[in-house]
């Protein structure tokens, strides 16, 4: 069965501090994993997206490693900000030949605070 | 470029009525999902439809739960006769393709809460 586990739960965060989230996945066939930030009561939006063959890839402020062969993911933010408080879903996408379908972790709420 | 659209924004129900919510996809892109988050989890996949094709629906529930995305008009989700464990956000998403190479772009989601 596909899952996407995510640590910590929640976390808070003095504001200009960085943080690390993680991701672990076990989704089979591997297509690609994204991060994803869902402010309250609002739709996810995309961070990043990225391959089995990709390492790294930044999007401003946001820097997520991928390790395919240890199936984890972790997101980095450099020098938070209030308006980082979200919830940040990692999601895994499996690609049958036909669809992909998405398996979503139940994300890690952080809190950025003065 | 209008991001997917989704009404009503929330909606409430009494048990035993029906729900029904609507998606319109970005626009150019004709393949939409539809997603369930219920409080405090993850969300969970439901259906996949292109235009006028469903083509997976693995994720839904299989009594009260229909979907259709039509040649034209929104894609709508209908859930008949609502029971309280209905009560949960429903996000849409639309993408070019059915790729997995493709972003998929989310609706601000529909708030079902059932009374």
């Known amino acids: 069965k596909n899952q996407v586990e995510q640590s910590p739960q929640s976390l808070i965060i003095l504001e200009g501090k960085n943080c690390t989230l993680q991701c672990n996945y076990t989704v089979s066939p591997f297509s690609n994993l994204r991060w994803y930030k869902q402010d309250t009561g609002r739709g996810p939006v995309s961070l990043t997206i990225?391959?089995?063959?990709?390492n790294t890839k930044s999007n401003g402020r946001y820097t997520a490693t991928l390790d395919a062969d240890t199936k984890q993911s972790s997101l980095h933010i450099t020098a938070s900000q209030l308006s980082d408080s979200a919830s940040y879903i990692c999601?895994?996408?499996?690609?049958?030949?036909?669809?992909?379908?998405?398996?979503f972790g139940t994300g890690t709420r952080l809190q950025v605070t003065l | 470029n209008a991001g997917v659209m989704q009404n009503p924004r929330h909606l409430v129900r009494r048990r035993g009525q029906e729900a029904r919510l609507r998606c319109s996809p970005m626009?150019?892109?004709?393949?939409v999902y539809w997603y369930r988050q219920l409080p405090e989890e993850g969300l969970k996949f439901m259906v996949y439809?292109?235009?006028?094709?469903?083509?997976?629906e693995s994720g839904m529930p299989k009594e009260r739960f229909s979907a259709e995305f039509p040649k034209e008009g929104p894609s709508i989700l209908r859930i008949q006769q609502v029971v309280r464990g209905d009560s949960a956000a429903y996000f849409c998403?639309?993408?070019?393709?059915?790729?997995?190479?493709?972003?998929?772009?989310f609706g601000p989601g529909t708030r079902l809460t059932v009374t």
């Open positions: 439809l292109q235009k006028e094709n469903i083509i997976d």
């Open positions: 626009k150019g892109h004709s393949h």
């Open positions: 990225m391959t089995f063959s990709e």
């Open positions: 999601v895994v996408s499996d690609w049958t030949g036909t669809a992909s379908k998405l398996t």
């Open positions: 998403a639309s993408s070019p393709s059915g790729t997995s190479r493709y972003e998929q772009y």
